[in-house]
């Protein structure tokens, strides 16, 4: 993936560390280590201490809400454009749910101490966690509603475009059964939704590999969440280069 750094001579995969004043950014790349983290690693399980934070240069992270028996529904996912680690900002160092990588990722990692020592300094990263909090709360609650009230189609279109937003390419690696294990559905249910898609010629997939072939058509056949999420998490300020979370 691209660098979405403003600075040339810094590699920043991450749009909220890309938005960063140089120097702030500098002081605090005192602190990063990048990582690799494979496809399903348990970043943090609910109740958890959060004990480091993970800004992702890319793949896809989800906060997973479980159930006594073990199932799972994704309730957030974070791409690029945002951090794992938020409780820390609220002074509540434990994780409330499961979070898990979709797909292989590199990201900066930091611990929290350094991380809260930066935050206390009152910087620009300070004010732009705040606001990736409130982005972040949004899509929660904007799920809890999808969950509820939208088909398993529409669901399935929303997530679809949801990843292939924050990887920001439009052919992306996922299998059937990780979908159904996100949204909460047996893979019978996803698989006839999928063929749904497939049939009316808004999807390809195959051998683990999901492809978006008419875009358009599949944002009308997805519900109005996607548009809610894409607006409030991950859309970027085409004329400036920043997140809208800066603006």
Same mark, same amino acid.
């Given at each position: ?30 602190? @990063? ?37 073990? !199932? ?25 749910? =499961? ?25 620009? @990263? ?28 529409? =669901?399935?279109?929303?997530? @679809? ?6 990887? !920001? ?17 047996? =893979? ?60």
């Amino acid at each position: 993936m691209s660098s979405s750094s403003k600075y040339p001579s810094i590699e920043i995969g991450n749009r909220l560390l890309a938005a960063l004043p140089r120097d702030e950014y500098e002081r605090l790349a005192l602190h @990063l280590q990048v990582i690799r983290l494979p496809r399903n690693r348990i970043l943090y399980e609910t109740g958890d201490e959060v004990r480091s934070a993970y800004f992702l240069n890319d793949g896809i992270v989800s906060l997973l809400a479980i159930t006594e028996d073990g !199932q799972t529904v994704d309730i957030c996912t974070i791409g690029n454009e945002g951090v794992v680690g938020l409780p820390m900002v609220l002074n509540v160092p434990i994780m409330p749910c =499961r979070v898990v990588t979709q797909l292989p990722c590199e990201a900066l990692m930091i611990k929290a101490s350094q991380l809260l020592a930066e935050l206390n300094r009152g910087s620009t @990263l300070h004010r732009l966690l705040l606001k990736y909090t409130y982005a972040q709360q949004s899509q929660i609650i904007q799920s809890t509603v999808c969950h509820s009230l939208h088909t398993i189609r529409q =669901r399935l279109g929303r997530w @679809l475009l949801v990843i292939s937003e924050s990887v !920001q390419s439009d052919s992306f690696d996922v299998t059937q059964e990780h979908i159904a294990n996100m949204l909460g559905h047996q =893979r019978n249910r996803i698989t006839l939704a999928a063929r749904g898609l497939l049939q009316e010629g808004l999807i390809e997939y195959g051998g683990g590999n999901m492809k978006i072939l008419d875009r358009a058509g599949l944002e009308a056949a997805a519900c109005e969440c996607y548009r809610i999420v894409k607006d409030s998490v991950l859309d970027w300020s085409s004329d400036s280069g920043r997140n809208v979370l800066t603006s």
